[in-house]
């Protein structure tokens, strides 16, 4: 994907925008966990496009690739407590995998209003597409599933080991990946909403 297609449905509304993917994600990524055993699909896929040299924000750019997003509680709630307590119930990382996808598979994602629109993602230590994204300071995440596309023009970030996303985010990426390196880094995605659009 090297240009995105002409959107325009949204666009004069960031906070309906927002609403909407939020709401959007959160039925995608229920819909993953019980009916695709919790395996990323595109819905949760988007294609990472850094900024072309001398574009603007939201302009055409490079793509980067498939990334495995994070949608993650708003701080200040107690869901890193459960993530947590459930990794340590057990070290059998199929017992864990079936307790994780049972919890987000129930209630976990039926409140959208709940959810922080900063996506986050990891990547292996030392990534050299970790820190080409960071370089860039923003990029566009396309989503195309399900008859539906968003294009999101970010800011990005690495978050420091104290963030309440990057700990949500580790509790959450250790349920289906035991082996999740601690020096891993995870950075955020924050929408610009008002730079960003949908279809339909």
Known sequence: MTSA????????????????????????????????????????????????????MGGAGAPMGRIITILNKRPGNRVISELTHMARRTHDPAQIRARAIQFFSASYYQQPESFSDILTATFPPGSPGAAAICAAGTCRLVFDAWSQLFDLSCEVRE??????????????????????????????????????????
């Open 159 to 200: 978050l420091p080991d104290s963030d309440p996303l990057h700990i949500a985010t580790m509790a959450h990426n250790r349920l289906f990946n035991m082996a999740l390196s601690a020096r891993s880094p995870v950075l955020s995605f924050a929408p610009v909403w008002g730079r960003c659009s949908a279809r339909p």
């Open 5 to 56: 297609p002409a959107l325009d449905d949204h666009t004069g509304d960031a906070d309906l925008l927002r609403r909407k993917f939020l709401k959007w994600q959160c039925r995608a990524r229920q819909m993953m966990m019980r009916d695709n055993g919790g395996r990323p699909d595109a819905s949760v896929m988007p294609e990472l496009i850094l900024p072309g040299a001398g574009a603007p």
